[in-house]
């Protein structure tokens, strides 16, 4: 049975509006039932989330067709040219996904288009389109992209197709907003005519593949029957996941609450690294320590400190729950004078690229150095390891403040694509060897598999002093190794060894 959340006292709750409820139901359960199974499915977004999940759709044996939208447009265009051949636009590793792209494409079963009228085709049609905020201060997100979205769905709309928003947006949107857009456009009525739901993405870089299937999916509709059709939409995708029925805006709190609760376990250890570099002993100890404490009843779940939070995601999800207590909320009952945790934690992760701005300086300074007029090495600009995922990568405010300071500031990252990625900085290298040299600091932002075989002499030739510096922002590089030949090293957490004397 699907799970539904208790009505709240209304006064259209009364004998009137159950019976028109119930009017609009069974027009909906006679078109859904003359349309039939879903056959065709098409994939608003072609990006981190969409790419690979039209792939798995059209991998289903019985979805027909799936039809991937993207926008011919300067920037992104070339998406559409390299999907309809079977290769993945996604430049880092993702397991399967260029097969899987190839076989769907082959078969038939797979096309990419920027003809949205092929909307009417569909049986289903979901929305992948990234939702990030304005202002976060005034917490306003920047629905436009979602919105040109719905509009191009709501201007082919026809009866009896489910419309999803895997967005992650603030909670009220799938049933206010989305809703309201696909009506005007469309002239047809949500609940009615078509039914509309909300199941977010829960994936990762460098697993998209492996999250869709494996992951339960959330699946909330603006009514019971938008959630049934979503359900039947989704679950042949999944292997060992499962389906979890429930309201639209039940979905969009979980999924941004989940988020929320993320970056506050990274904002945990991160304080708690600072907290260790304060009294000089190594975070990674105390980490081994906490997480040691497992048993029946028992979770100490504790993540890893770094540079900085970056993508799509956290960096923003904490500011659409805040919304939607704001959007949809009654009276909030709450400490008087108090920031919110879930604010505060944010603030410590944004924090992060600054810190390493101060380790920096404190590595310069033993040999007479400051950032100004040192040139620094800034190693990863994607936010995570072996991708080209570069969307909102902390190591961009700390390039940039870098360069306020006075320091010139080399690039390197080999995943991200200097030409066709819309997040490269400008002047990114993928010579190595030509960032690091005559480098006064050398500054690990990404833990990529190259940066973890560096050799300390060889980084310390290509410097050319007898004291570089090296900043360990994803605990990639062994201290002692870089000490020993002269390197002055810091890095997050590592009170133990952040105020080493020179060596070499």
């Known amino acids: 049975m699907l799970q539904r959340e208790s009505p709240r006292s209304s006064p259209n709750m009364n004998p009137e509006y159950q019976i028109e409820m119930h009017t609009m139901t069974e027009n909906l359960a006679t078109l859904i039932k003359k349309r039939g199974p879903i056959r065709t499915v098409g994939v608003i977004g072609m990006g981190y989330v969409g790419i690979p999940a039209a792939a798995l759709f059209a991998d289903v044996p019985h979805f027909e067709h799936v039809y991937g939208f993207q926008r011919d447009s300067p920037s992104s265009g070339y998406k559409i040219t390299m999907l309809n051949r079977g290769e993945s636009p996604l430049k880092g590793e993702e397991p399967g996904l260029e097969e899987l792209l ?28 990234q939702t990030p905020f304005l202002d976060k201060k005034d917490l306003l997100p920047d629905f436009t992209p979602l919105i040109e979205g719905l509009r191009n769905v709501g201007r082919h709309l ?30 047809l009525v949500a609940g009615k005519d078509f039914a509309l739901a909300h199941a977010p993405e829960r994936v990762m870089v460098g697993r998209l ?15 019971d ?49 600072l907290y260790c570099e304060a009294m000089g002993i190594n975070v990674y100890d105390v980490r081994a320590g906490v997480a040691s404490l497992e048993g029946e009843g028992i979770t100490r779940a504790i993540l890893w400190p770094g540079a900085g939070v970056g993508g799509h995601c956290l960096t923003k999800d904490t500011y659409h729950l805040e919304r939607g207590v704001q959007v949809l909320g009654g009276e909030l009952d709450f400490p008087a004078g108090r920031e919110s945790l879930y604010t505060l934690a944010r603030g410590i992760n944004d924090f992060m690229p600054e810190h390493m701005l101060h380790l920096t300086e404190s590595a310069l300074a033993p040999t007479g150095k400051t950032l100004a007029g040192s040139k620094i090495a800034l190693l990863g600009w994607a936010f995570i390891n072996d991708s080209d995922d570069a969307r909102n990568t902390p190591a961009e405010p700390f390039r940039d403040a870098a360069l306020a300071a006075g320091a010139e500031v080399a690039v390197h990252d080999p995943w991200v694509d200097p030409v066709t990625s819309p997040d490269a900085p400008p002047g990114l290298l993928r010579d190595l060897d030509a960032v690091l040299r005559d480098a006064d600091a050398v500054v690990v932002f990404a833990g990529h598999k190259e940066y973890r075989g560096l050799e300390p002499a060889r980084v310390k030739v290509l410097c050319g002093s007898a004291h570089p510096a090296v900043v ?10 870089w000490i020993a030949v002269g390197f002055v090293y810091r890095g997050i957490g590592r009170g133990d ?6 060596r070499g």
Do not use: W
């Not at 078969?107 to 992948?128: H, I, N, R």
């Not at 060894?497 to 020179?502: E, F, I």
């Open 209 to 223: 593949l492996r999250n869709i299937r494996e992951h339960d999916r959330i699946v909330g509709g603006i009514d």
């Open 472 to 481: 360990d922002g994803r605990n990639v590089v062994d201290p002692d190794a």
């Open 158 to 187: 026809t009866p009896g197709t489910l419309v999803v928003l895997e967005s992650t947006i603030t909670p009220g949107t799938t049933a206010g907003m989305a809703r309201e857009i696909l009506e005007a456009e469309s002239g």
């Open 102 to 129: 190839g076989r769907v494409v082959g078969a038939g079963k797979f096309s990419c288009t920027s003809d949205f009228a092929k909307v009417a085709e569909c049986d289903a049609v979901t929305l992948a389109i």
């Open 225 to 273: 029957l938008s959630t049934a059709r979503a359900v039947e939409l989704y679950a042949p995708v999944l292997t060992t996941g499962e389906v979890i029925p429930m309201t639209a805006t039940a979905a969009e709190v979980t999924k941004t609450a989940e988020n929320t609760f993320r970056d506050l376990q990274i904002a945990a250890v991160n304080q708690l690294a």
């Open 497 to 502: 060894k952040n105020r080493h004397a020179l």
